[in-house]
């Protein structure tokens, strides 16, 4: 069975400082790896996604995947308050119709 | 533009009932997928579709079935509602090819009484 895993946090950090997020995948086949952000009540929304090892960057927001740890982490420098939210890491297999793998989240709160 | 829409956004419903939520997207994408996020807020996929092939999630009740009328509309139907199928649904679609992201909807908040 497919498993993502997330700490649920929460994760609190100054505004201004750097939030590292953490998500580890159990299945090696794994391709293709996203980063969403969800507000409450509101729909997931794409923040990064990153298909090969290394970093790949976006304004303030880094992904980092390491295939041979199946580890991805979000960076995400000078952090505001509007960061605040919940953040899903997300694992995709080709051959399973693209359907992707959640985790269960992490809170972020970023405090003024 | 709304890219990915659902409706309803609320459903309130008694269990037994038989309900039907809509999903349309303008994006043209060719695969579309069903969510199910619970109270805890685990999202869940149940059901990946495109014009070729149906995938379903195996924990899936038979109790719920995708259909789709044309290639930019999944909607969602079930059957004989229980308390357990309470949660907020969401629909999402992608490009199938090259492992695209999804987009998602705004989803439908379904409460059974």
């Known amino acids: 069975q497919k498993e993502v895993e997330q700490n649920s946090g929460p994760l609190s950090v100054p505004e201004g400082a750097i939030a590292s997020l953490n998500c580890t995948y159990s299945d090696r086949g794994s391709q293709s790896f996203f980063w969403y952000r969800q507000y409450s009540g509101k729909s997931p929304e794409l923040i990064m996604f990153?298909?090969?090892?290394g970093d790949k960057e976006d304004g303030r927001f880094t992904a980092q995947l390491n295939k041979a740890s199946q580890y991805v982490s979000l960076l995400i420098r000078d952090s505001q308050p509007s960061d605040s939210a919940t953040y899903l890491c997300?694992?995709?297999?080709?051959?399973?119709?693209?359907?992707?793998?959640f985790g269960g989240g992490t809170r972020l709160m970023v405090k003024p | 533009d709304t890219a990915v829409s659902q409706t309803p956004k609320y459903l309130v419903t008694q269990m037994g009932n038989d309900k039907s939520i809509k999903c349309e997207q303008n994006l043209g994408h060719d695969t579309m997928y069903w969510y199910k996020q619970d109270s805890k807020k685990f999202l869940k996929i149940m059901f990946s579709y495109n014009n070729k092939e149906l995938i379903i999630n195996e924990t899936v009740p038979n109790r719920f079935s995708p259909k789709s009328p044309d290639k930019a509309h999944l909607n969602l139907h079930i059957n004989s509602l229980e308390l357990g199928d309470s949660a907020v649904y969401f629909c999402?679609?992608?490009?199938?090819?090259?492992?695209?992201?999804?987009?998602f909807g705004d989803g439908t908040r379904l409460s059974i009484l």
């Open positions: 997300a694992v995709g297999y080709k051959s399973a119709g693209n359907m992707l793998t």
């Open positions: 999402a679609s992608s490009q199938a090819s090259g492992n695209q992201p999804q987009h």
């Open positions: 990153i298909y090969s090892n």
